[in-house]
């Protein structure tokens, strides 16, 4: 048999035990067919990265499945049909890992003081070791101002700032009209 591992994810208007039914029924279709679940993990309500048929949030469940492939294709097709489920993805594996998926791991590592306490903590990059400190960002002035000359340039326009304050203060006082 084949090892795959499926992931669902159910509308958020229904209860977690709805979603615990609607997970059994699917397993129900794996063992009627001959195949197992090796694993299955529930990662809860979690918000969608974008709206899926009017929903923010969904539950995400986790199968890792030993089935032949018509078995799961069944399933899928169940899936589909299941007015509930949003989406779902299969995806064969060489072999099946023991081990909790990631996203159990960081559902489990988290601790409630960590939460409760309010401070956010960043994270360090690879490169810099913590007690360093960070790498002065600022902006430096030069000394000198570029040099632009006009000419080269092909502009007519002033090359420095009295020449710039003197042409403001002949356009005031109407001493560059072309209309004279």
Do not use: C
């Amino acid at each position: 048999m084949t090892y795959y591992e499926n992931v669902f994810i159910a509308r958020q208007e229904i209860s977690t035990q709805q979603v615990d039914a609607i997970a059994d029924v699917f397993s129900e279709i794996i063992k009627d067919g001959g195949g197992k679940i090796t694993k299955r993990e529930n990662w809860g309500l979690k918000t969608l990265a974008y709206k899926i048929k009017k929903s923010r949030k969904a539950h995400y469940i986790l199968f890792n499945i030993d089935a032949p492939a018509d078995v799961v294709h069944e399933m899928e097709r169940q899936m589909g049909l299941n007015e509930d489920v949003l989406r779902h993805l299969t995806i064969r594996l060489d072999e099946l890992s023991d081990e909790p998926s990631v996203q159990a791991q960081v559902k489990t590592n988290r601790s409630h003081e960590d939460r409760d306490s309010g401070e956010f903590k960043a994270r360090v990059s690879e490169k810099q070791a913590p007690d360093e400190p960070a790498e002065d960002l600022s902006i430096k002035k030069s000394d000198r101002a570029p040099i632009i000359d006009p000419e080269s340039i092909g502009t007519d326009q002033p090359s420095s700032d009295a020449d710039i304050l003197n042409n403001t203060t002949e356009q005031e006082s109407g001493k560059n009209d072309t209309t004279e």
